[in-house]
Nanobody, 124 residues
Framework: VQLQASGGGLVQAGGSLRLSCAASGRTFIGYEMGMGWFRQAPGKEREFVAAVTWYVGTTYYADSVKGRFTISRDNANNAVYLQMNSLKPEDTAVYYC????????????????WGQGTLVTVSS
């Protein structure tokens, strides 16, 4: 399985961006599979942002993005999206999408497939 993230860019504070993650090469999807977004700012650890379970669609969010970010999935097209609104300078980071066979979905070690990152820069 390969994951391809896209949609990053430069945006002013208060603006919006939509990240996409396309999956290819899947031959089996387990019932507990989840897709997540993580981010890593310069000099910081990679942190959880949001996740969604593939079949049921249960969503999870980091407290720092609740109410501003929305994760969604398109099962037919094997894609996951992250709509980011009301962006803040502290949201600046490289954003990664990842796939987990099972939860807990907010834990980095649950994910075994990672895409390349896409850079989001929020200017003040």
């Amino acid at each position: 399985v390969q994951l391809q993230a896209s949609g990053g860019g430069l945006v002013q504070a208060g603006g919006s961006l939509r990240l996409s993650c396309a999956a290819s090469g899947r031959t089996f999807i387990g019932y507990e599979m989840g897709m997540g977004w993580f981010r890593q700012a310069p000099g910081k650890e990679r942190e959880f942002v949001a996740a969604v379970t593939w079949y049921v669609g249960t969503t999870y969010y980091a407290d720092s993005v609740k109410g501003r970010f929305t994760i969604s999935r398109d099962n037919a097209n094997n894609a996951v999206y992250l709509q980011m609104n009301s962006l803040k300078p502290e949201d600046t980071a490289v954003y990664y999408c990842a796939q987990s066979d099972s939860g807990p979905y907010s834990v980095r070690s649950s994910y075994n497939i990672w895409g390349q990152g896409t850079l989001v820069t929020v200017s003040s």
